[in-house]
T-cell receptor, first 114, second 115 residues
Framework: KAGVTQTPRYLIKTRGQQVTLSCSPI?????VSWYQQTPGQGLQFLFEYFSETQRNKGNFPGRFSGRQFSNSRSEMNVSTLELGDSALYLC?????????????FGQGTRLTVV | AQKVTQAQTEISVVEKEDVTLDCVYETRDTTYYLFWYKQPPSGELVFLIR??????QNEISGRYSWNFQKSTSSFNFTITASQVVDSAVYFCALSIEAAGNKLTFGGGTRVLVKP
């Protein structure tokens, strides 16, 4: 069974640009969550999507957005990039039928903003 | 709001020693779930265990064991007879029933097992 796939693995962008990250969940999983990991702030929840709807949102500015497609694949977008957006972005998928179940994580996309 | 505290930022041990990772959580919810994840250098978080707030039974899985104590809001993790492959960052996390699959993570504890 394939795991959670995130693309690209590495990305370098310039301040002010925008970026789109992609996540393909485990087959059959309909919940996708996104997390930002930085040395200073640790792991922080960005948002969760379930059946193409945002179910939960963390405390991030509106520059951070996401969406989920009918095949459960998800994308997150960051507009007007700032240096502080440099981080490892992790995607996690979970079974749809329950909440609070174990999440399976991808290897992440490491974003560097210069 | 939920909070998870892992007071130990880094622990260094010699192979075959036991190591215990502390986790203290805060929540006003009566139904909640606790997790431990391992993050090896490759980056992905690997699920280790999930516990709900009504199940205080300790659990052992191979060399891993977990001690859940609601009275002290702690969910500690012990690796017995550590091995070099156990070197990683370990995260404790909390989710509440009302918040779907949102996880609140602790700051993590880096474990270094030396041969």
């Amino acid at each position: 069974k394939a795991g959670v796939t995130q693309t690209p693995r590495y990305l370098i962008k310039t301040r002010g640009q925008q970026v789109t990250l992609s996540c393909s969940p485990i087959s059959g999983h309909r919940s996708v969550s996104w997390y930002q990991q930085t040395p200073g702030q640790g792991l922080q929840f960005l948002f969760e999507y379930f059946s193409e709807t945002q179910r939960n949102k963390g405390n991030f500015p509106g520059r951070f957005s996401g969406r989920q497609f009918s095949n459960s694949r998800s994308e997150m977008n960051v507009s007007t990039l700032e240096l502080g957006d440099s981080a490892l972005y992790l995607c996690a998928s979970s079974l749809a039928s329950e909440t609070n179940t174990e999440a399976f994580f991808g290897q992440g996309t490491r974003l560097t903003v210069v | 709001a939920q909070k998870v505290t892992q007071a130990q930022t880094e622990i260094s041990v010699v192979e075959k020693e036991d190591v215990t990772l502390d986790c203290v959580y805060e929540t006003r919810d009566t139904t909640y779930y606790l997790f431990w994840y391992k993050q090896p250098p490759s980056g992905e978080l690997v699920f280790l265990i999930r516990r709900n707030s009504f199940d205080e039974q300790n659990e052992i899985s191979g060399r891993y064991s977990w001690n859940f104590q609601k009275s002290t809001s702690s969910f500690n993790f012990t690796i017995t007879a550590s091995q070099v492959v156990d070197s990683a960052v370990y995260f404790c996390a909390l989710s509440i029933e009302a918040a779907g699959n949102k996880l609140t993570f602790g700051g993590g504890t880096r474990v270094l097992v030396k041969p």
